[in-house]
């Protein structure tokens, strides 16, 4: 089984900086992907980012330029650089970790709030 903690949420103002931190633990087994998603009230979960073993990455258009996303495989922890933050960037963010021996696996969560 898999546990996933995430970390460094809280309150920023427009065009400041936070950085999310997630671990894994537990069973894990090589390769897996690790992903953050975020869903704000009244809406969907979507994925933010995510990036393989091999270190690829992909990002939503909405984020590009502003988030990057590193891991530390030694650590099993994925990072979220999230820059020049909005306040449409409001969301509990969640840190996924996928892979087909694992399957899916979700961290509980951790608010982000951009406001004045």
């Known amino acids: 089984q898999v546990q996933l903690v995430e970390s460094g949420g809280g309150l920023v103002q427009p065009g400041g900086s936070l950085r999310l931190s997630c671990a894994a633990s537990g069973t894990i087994f090589s390769p897996y992907a690790m992903s953050w998603y975020r869903q704000a009230p009244g809406k969907q979960r979507e994925l933010v980012a995510a990036i393989r073993t091999g270190a690829s990455t992909n990002y939503a258009d909405s984020v590009k330029g502003r988030f990057t996303i590193s891991r530390d495989n030694a650590k099993n922890t994925v990072y979220l650089q999230m820059n020049s933050l909005k306040p449409e960037d409001t969301a509990i963010y969640y840190c996924?970790?996928?892979?087909?021996?694992?399957?899916?696996?979700w961290g509980q969560g951790t608010q982000v709030t951009v406001s004045s």
């Open positions: 996924n970790l996928r892979s087909g021996l694992m399957g899916d696996n």
